[in-house]
């Protein structure tokens, strides 16, 4: 069912700094930039930025997301299994769909299913 951790998104409250700061300690470029998210594929797996702070607090707000074949389905056994929506299904783009939970004991779960993701060979 999970095909393997894919994404780790940091919630920033400085965007603009952020992304210099994560460019300069990946070594890498963003991909991905735009004023709602910035995304880096380091290593074939993807570190983002979300300037978005509704909600979390500076610091220990990062979400692991779980690479999925089929987010409708893990979505709901997910559900089924005891844990409550944190988000529902959100196409990101680009044929890109996120949705997370929280697990019984408190934390958040990340689903993603990404149609474009190739594990990296390096």
Same mark, same amino acid.
């Given at each position: 069912m999970l095909q393997?951790?894919?994404?780790?998104?940091?919630?920033?409250?400085?965007?603009?700094?952020?992304k210099k700061w994560y460019a300069e300690f990946t070594g890498v470029q963003p991909y991905f930039d735009q004023p709602f998210y910035v995304g880096y594929s380091?290593?074939?797996?993807e570190l983002g930025l979300d300037p978005?702070? +509704?909600g979390v &607090? $500076?610091?220990n707000n990062e979400t692991?997301?779980?690479?999925?074949?089929d987010i409708e +389905?893990?979505? &709901? $056994?997910?559900?089924a299994s005891g844990a409550?929506?944190?988000?529902?299904i959100v196409d990101v783009g680009e044929g890109i769909r996120v949705a997370s939970v929280?697990?019984?004991?408190?934390?958040?779960?990340?689903?993603?299913?990404n149609p474009d993701f190739k594990l990296s060979e390096n």
């Open positions: 393997g951790l894919r994404t780790v998104i940091y919630h920033v409250d400085d965007l603009e700094r952020a380091v290593g074939g797996f978005d702070m +509704s &607090e $500076k610091g692991a997301y779980w690479g999925v074949a +389905s893990t979505f &709901e $056994k997910i559900k409550d929506v944190v988000s529902e929280k697990d019984p004991f408190g934390n958040v779960v990340g689903l993603i299913e």
